[in-house]
């Protein structure tokens, strides 16, 4: 009837056909031959050899000695699916401490030798900090970037800093590349570290160390300059919900 919202999906017979000869060749993770693909897919053998060459040609299957098994196409796609679990695993657990605490809460890591913002959950009545300067180049100038150089060995620390050099962001930044040094120096592998008004001005920021496999993490919150006294007692809070959750988050963010 013309006007229905009831009408039957437009199914593509060579798709389905595709697919379960896809889920036939799952079941023989040793290889099957064709014969017997088609038979368990219920599809006649002449179609099946087009199919199953098809996917061949597409890496979806390998033929070896006349069996066909699943090829490594297959297998980017369930990692691709466990990328993305990942991530939701991640942003949920930042929302947990969003909500629990009260602030916005930043992940960070330090992967092919760049600073990498990887995931941030805040809300319209506790918003994060605006990123008006990139943050992969004013690693010196935010706690994210700072925790981040401070595990770092001291090799890879001054290779940072060649490629992106120390400049005064506000005028509370640290001001040159020696004293940003000592100051990474002194701080220790599972401290706090805090910056004031450095990155971003009416706003004071701090991080922790997480580990993330052999990838340097960590895991930042932020507050308005006027609610100041605030940010350490969040912080620990933050720390002690890290703490029991840290095989969570490592597994999450080693992405």
């Known amino acids: 009837m013309a006007g229905s919202t009831n009408a039957a999906p437009t199914l593509i017979g060579s798709v389905q056909r595709a697919l ?5 060749a799952g079941a ?5 031959p064709a014969k017997q693909l088609a038979r368990a897919a219920g599809i006649p053998l ?3 050899y087009h199919l199953l060459r098809t996917l061949t040609h597409e890496d979806y299957l390998r033929r070896e000695k006349g069996l066909f098994a699943l090829g490594a196409a297959v297998g980017r796609l369930a990692i691709g699916g466990t990328v993305q679990n990942r991530r939701t695993t991640l942003e949920d657990l930042l929302a947990h401490w ?23 959950a805040d809300t319209p009545h506790a918003p994060a900090v605006t990123e008006w300067a990139d943050f992969r180049e004013t690693g010196h100038a935010h706690a994210l970037g700072q925790c981040l150089l401070s595990q770092l060995d001291e090799r890879a620390r001054r290779d940072h800093l060649d490629r ?10 640290v001001r040159d590349r020696r004293t940003l040094l000592e100051r990474l120096s002194c701080v220790g592998r599972p401290e706090v570290v805090v910056e004031r008004q450095e990155y971003a001005i009416g706003t004071v920021c701090a991080a922790i160390p997480v ?10 919150i932020s507050l308005p300059l006027h609610q100041e006294e605030r940010l350490l007692p969040a912080v620990e809070q933050l720390r002690h919900g890290v703490g029991g959750l840290l095989g969570s988050l490592a597994f999450s963010i080693s992405i």
């Open 28 to 32: 023989h993770p040793d290889g099957a």
């Open 46 to 48: 002449p179609t099946a």
């Open 211 to 220: 580990t993330a496999g052999s990838a340097a993490a960590t895991v930042a």
């Open 164 to 173: 992106h050099p120390v400049q005064p962001v506000t005028p509370h930044s």
């Open 98 to 120: 969003r909500d629990t605490i009260g602030v916005p809460v930043y992940c960070a890591v330090y992967r092919e030798d760049e600073i990498e913002l990887v995931a941030v």
């Open 20 to 24: 379960r000869l896809l889920e036939a």
